[in-house]
């Protein structure tokens, strides 16, 4: 499967964006989806992750209640949307594809798109 991540931009704190994974080559249902996130000197971090079908979803506590990640199979599609962004939030956002129910861990992932700049200006 490839990914690709669009939908980051230039926001000022407390806006919203809300990213895509368009996923071609197979169907994502197939596959967990995660949202990882890396900022300048700092590792990569998982920000969100949903099962295949959507029944089991994680957020990293730094998210919880401003990020909801979503997917639409039918589509061929995973989304994040993000609420009240923070500078801190500032990062380039990959979204990611794991052969699994539901994926935690970044070595589950196997596929990866092309990172999405994420400014957020205070």
């Known amino acids: 499967v490839q990914l690709q991540a669009s939908g980051g931009g230039l926001v000022q704190a407390g806006g919203s964006l809300r990213l895509s994974c368009a996923a071609t080559?197979?169907?994502?249902?197939?596959?967990?989806v995660g949202w990882f996130r890396q900022a300048p000197g700092k590792e990569q971090e998982l920000v969100a992750a949903?099962?295949?079908?959507?029944?089991?979803?994680y957020y990293a506590d730094a998210v919880k209640g401003r990020f909801t990640i979503s997917r639409d199979n039918a589509r061929n599609m995973a989304y994040l949307q993000m609420n009240n962004l923070k500078p801190e939030d500032t990062a380039v956002y990959y979204c990611?594809?794991?052969?699994?129910?539901?994926?935690?861990?970044?070595?589950?992932?196997?596929?990866w798109g092309q990172g999405t700049q994420v400014t957020v200006s205070s």
């Open positions: 990611a594809a794991a052969r699994a129910i539901i994926a935690v861990e970044r070595n589950d992932y196997s596929y």
């Open positions: 080559g197979r169907t994502i249902t197939n596959y967990a």
């Open positions: 949903i099962a295949r079908f959507g029944g089991n979803i």
